[in-house]
């Protein structure tokens, strides 16, 4: 536990570091994320056994870190996207006989949908209704939301723990540890929102029964994706999908929780961001 505790506090620390660059050199931020994204999709090629497949690799991991750092309007990512998918079925139809179409699909659609996801978090400090500065705010929700609810059902399916949630895919979890996460992520965010809005930030006002919903929304989906990529590594035979943070597995165990937070706060904030912030 002790592990655990302190590669997140490490994990905290670097993530404060990075939002506080975002608001000087916002370029920095994206390559840090796209930095992420390969290392993502890195993970993903190791558990469906494709390492040695350079030019799927090569290919994957340039999509990634040209949509996440260049991005900027959104028919650019459609384009990359689209010539992407030109160039993963070329791959796949050159080597049909000894590629294995599910694998391949699968690790398609991952790469889109994580980078689609990480570049809804650049969209997020570039929405309009707050100013650059502000905009790390939104930022820092759509990344702390889902790692507060990951903290809080860790430990309170640890000490309360006694109804499985979804035992097939993940035997540790616990009905208990969702309803204590949830709850963690709800209090904390609130707690920053108090901080940012009376301490950080001037004019800047939050419609909490709004936001508190915002949040509790974006926990549950966060534990959906957490789900999700536990059902993936079964289907792969493996515990994590590395060893880079200590007591945390792989950069995908951390980050695939907010692979599925984040699009939906993006999307909700760029439709109702005028009722939550004024």
């Not at 370029?27 to 994320?33: K, P, T």
Request: charged share 15%.
């Amino acid at each position: 536990m002790n592990t655990r505790i302190i590669s997140g506090l490490v994990g905290a620390i670097v993530l404060f570091i990075i939002l506080f660059i975002n608001s000087i050199a916002p370029i920095f931020f994206n390559i840090c994320l796209a930095c992420v994204g390969v290392l993502c999709l890195y993970e993903i090629f190791s558990a469906l056994g494709f390492k040695k497949e350079r030019f799927l690799n090569s290919s994957s991991f340039l999509f990634m870190a040209l949509s996440v750092i260049f991005y900027t309007k959104d028919v650019r990512w459609q384009f990359s996207c689209y010539n992407y998918t030109i160039i993963v079925s070329l791959i796949l139809l050159l080597n049909n006989k000894r590629l294995r179409f599910k694998h391949v699909i699968m690790l398609y659609s991952m790469t889109v949908f994580i980078s689609f996801a990480f570049t809804t978090i650049i969209r997020l400090r570039n929405i309009g209704i707050l100013s650059a500065e502000k905009s790390s705010f939104l930022v820092f929700i759509s990344v702390a939301t889902p790692w507060l609810t990951d903290i809080g059902a860790y430990f309170g399916g640890k000490f309360f723990g006694k109804k499985k949630l979804c035992p097939d895919i993940s035997p540790k979890k616990t009905v208990e540890g969702l309803f204590v996460g949830s709850a963690t992520s709800v209090i904390g965010m609130i707690l920053s929102a108090i901080v940012f809005e009376r301490f950080v930030f001037n004019a800047f006002f939050i419609n909490y029964p709004f936001f508190i919903s915002i949040c509790f929304t974006g926990s549950l989906i966060s534990v959906l994706g957490d789900l999700f990529f536990s059902w993936f590594k079964r289907s792969c035979k493996i515990k994590d999908f590395g060893q880079v943070m200590p007591g945390h597995g792989g950069i995908l165990d951390r980050f695939d929780s907010v692979i599925f937070a984040s699009p939906f706060m993006y999307f909700t904030i760029k439709l109702f961001g005028k009722i939550i912030f004024y």
